[in-house]
């Protein structure tokens, strides 16, 4: 994609195109942004954000620090009110809509700083992402009503079942907090998978973890991909792990989307080359 | 479910506390050997240990730091002491365990109902402000409750509001108080309530309602992000909360003949809160104990007289200053390495 075509893409009243094409032709985007934008005291943090990610679609987002990467997250989650424009997911309007109520449509995440129950076991924390998918209230649960020990039951199978994605169904009852590193990477990607969600957002999940636990988890990304047929959205610094399992790559710079396209395009981008590596024509001093 | 069957363990451990402890406080008594300022402390031991509970759900459970929660327990005495009147005088309800138990309800109630007012403004607020403004309500329970007159008239209730020229019997006089108050409060009825606030408490820890609360508390940017309604659970941990301190309210109200707001100032609050951080934030068995032990121990001090105070306060630093000593833990590991082993492992499960 050259720079060019990003400047029409700008033009474009309500640009539709998917990264990958060809899968936005028959199915309705899980994740539509239309000029989606935030301020923040007059600095404009991310700036025309225009993206749709297909159904079973594995995108990266990638892109310098700072360039706003999580804060693309926090739009789409709505841990932030964007200041312009809209975000589809599932063809629904999320506007004015809290973080609670964006997962319950379909958005799940994970953290860049893990956000465990670190004091709760690892099958409570999985428990909680299930949360909205187990139906009993607060008396059922105090007065032991009946479907009260069938639904914990079915919470508690449904809980190892998830966590057998990642082979964790022995660490059930370790404290999540006293993991290792990457098992509590992989705790987060559980728990927002429990949530039942139509797009994953996963922020840096192989941060920390060595490239054999990498490859792992690119296989795992993938066999999440089609075990239970979502999109998945990444950032992601390892580019081993963005180029070898994204679909289709977005990148961003100061706040604005640079570059759009698959691995090979990306890597020959020479806006992307730029952003990362500065000027090739600088003057040595 | 081995978790499970853990859990379910310590909570038996919990009941069974209780039972034993009720059990030989009734062999003592048929025995005579119990003294009688002892005696007299039995219900308030239950009204303190069903206090520090209920105040471990909002503290502990929901993470949120409370400072008025004697304002609820106030409520409930109140409104428990009205009803039970009122029930004697309207419906000639003379079974005195049926009118306490409505009588609590009518408290539990009241006071669940004072929780869903303050609770609104009071959970937009966070940590030391949330603190501040629940001792803030705390006060203006106890001075609303200062300015409230209600008059029985026969089976008719007036209420007035800094008017105490109401027709009938005057039954709520301002700052004076309720007075002639039907003593109906039994041990053993002080003991069922623990029981019933221990299931509540318990139950609700160990089941979808109870997790997300801790979610909640544990990380509430998380539980947002797994779809959990944050402001639902913070409001039901404390009104429950609030529910369970009317209840303990209405208990501690029916033990004595007047009942005045004064009795809930402040420093009731704090001392309930001292209960639940020395017994152990989060630690329902903890705050039992511990609200038993700080209730009986000025009784055993009465030994020192004058002293009696300072040797109570110095005893709080002591223990405070121990059970947090990296020394004493140490030592502890040395001699029974698997207990201390046992206690972290239930010390993480805890929390």
């Not at chain 1, 797009?199 to 054999?212: Q, T, Y």
């Not at chain 2, 428990?80 to 309800?105: D, H, K, P, Y």
């Not at chain 2, 539980?223 to 208990?251: C, P, R």
Request: charged share 15%.
């Amino acid at each position: 994609m050259s720079p060019k075509r990003m400047v029409d893409t700008k033009m474009v009243p309500v640009p539709s195109h998917s990264i990958v094409p060809e899968r936005d032709l028959n199915k309705t985007p899980v994740l539509e942004t239309r000029h989606l934008g935030i301020e923040f005291g007059g600095l404009k943090a991310v700036e025309d954000f225009n993206l749709t990610i297909g159904k079973t679609e594995i995108a990266g987002l990638i892109g310098p620090n700072g360039a706003g990467k999580t804060t693309v997250f926090n739009l789409l989650t709505k841990v932030y009110q964007p200041t312009t424009g809209t975000v589809l997911v599932n063809g629904k309007d999320t506007a004015g809509m809290n973080t609670m109520q964006a997962n319950r449509l379909g958005i799940a995440r994970t953290f860049q700083n893990i956000r465990l129950f670190g004091n709760m076991t690892v099958e409570d924390n999985v428990r909680i992402g299930l949360h909205n998918q187990v139906r009993y209230g607060m008396l059922t649960g105090i007065f032991r009503l009946p479907g009260y020990w069938k639904q914990e039951r079915a919470q508690h199978e449904q809980a190892l079942r998830l966590l057998s994605i990642f082979g964790m169904e022995d660490m059930a009852e370790v404290k999540a907090g006293s993991l290792p590193y990457g098992a509590q990477r992989r705790l987060e990607i559980v728990r927002a998978l429990a949530t039942h969600p139509s797009l994953l957002l996963l922020d840096e999940p192989a941060a920390g973890m060595n490239p054999h636990e990498t490859e792992e988890l690119m296989r795992n990304i993938i066999k999440i991909r089609d075990e239970f047929q979502i999109a998945v959205m990444l950032i992601e610094h390892d580019m081993n792990l963005v180029m070898g399992i994204c679909e289709g790559i977005c990148v961003l710079n100061y706040g604005r989307i640079i570059a759009k396209g698959t691995a090979e395009e990306i890597q020959q981008n020479p806006v992307v080359i730029e952003a990362y590596l500065g000027k090739q024509k600088e003057d040595a001093p | 479910m081995r978790k499970a069957s853990k859990t379910a363990v310590s909570n038996l451990i919990t009941y069974g506390i209780v039972v034993v402890a009720y059990i030989v406080c009734q062999v003592l008594i048929e025995n005579g050997q119990m003294t009688r300022a002892l005696k007299g402390q039995l219900v308030p031991i239950c009204v303190y240990v069903v206090m520090a509970v209920s105040l471990n759900l909002t503290v502990g459970i929901s993470g949120e730091l409370s400072l008025g929660h004697a304002g609820f327990m106030s409520v409930g005495a109140f409104a428990g002491t009205i009803a039970s009147a009122w029930l004697l005088a309207a419906f000639q309800l003379e079974n005195e365990v049926i009118r306490l138990i409505l009588a609590m309800v009518v408290g539990g109630a009241a006071a669940g109902v004072a929780g869903v007012l303050i609770g609104i403004p009071v959970l937009r607020l966070r940590g030391d402000y949330l603190a501040i403004v629940t001792l803030a309500f705390g006060e203006i329970i106890r001075n609303v409750l200062n300015c409230l007159y209600i008059s029985l008239d026969g089976a008719r209730l007036h209420l007035g509001f800094l008017n105490p020229n109401l027709p009938g019997e005057l039954m709520v006089n301002g700052p004076i108080g309720v007075t002639g108050i039907d003593k109906i409060s039994t041990f053993a009825m002080g003991f069922a309530l623990i029981l019933f606030t221990l299931f509540v408490v318990l139950n609700l820890v160990n089941s979808r309602a109870g997790r997300a609360i801790m979610a909640t508390r544990d990380n509430r940017i998380a539980a947002e992000s797994v779809g959990i309604q944050v402001t639902k659970y913070k409001m039901m941990a404390f009104v429950v909360s609030a529910a369970l301190a009317g209840m303990a309210g209405a208990l501690y109200g029916l033990n004595f003949s007047t009942v005045t707001a004064s009795k809930f100032k402040f420093d009731t609050s704090i001392l309930v809160l001292v209960f639940v951080v020395l017994g152990g934030i989060g630690n329902i068995r903890g705050s039992v104990i511990a609200a038993t032990v700080l209730t009986i121990l000025p009784e055993v001090l009465r030994a020192f007289s004058d002293y009696r105070m300072l040797v109570y306060a110095i005893v709080l630093i002591l223990v405070m200053l121990l059970t947090n000593s990296p020394i004493l833990s140490n030592l502890v590991n040395r001699f029974y390495p698997r207990l201390h082993r046992r206690a972290r492992e239930k010390g993480g499960e805890a929390a």
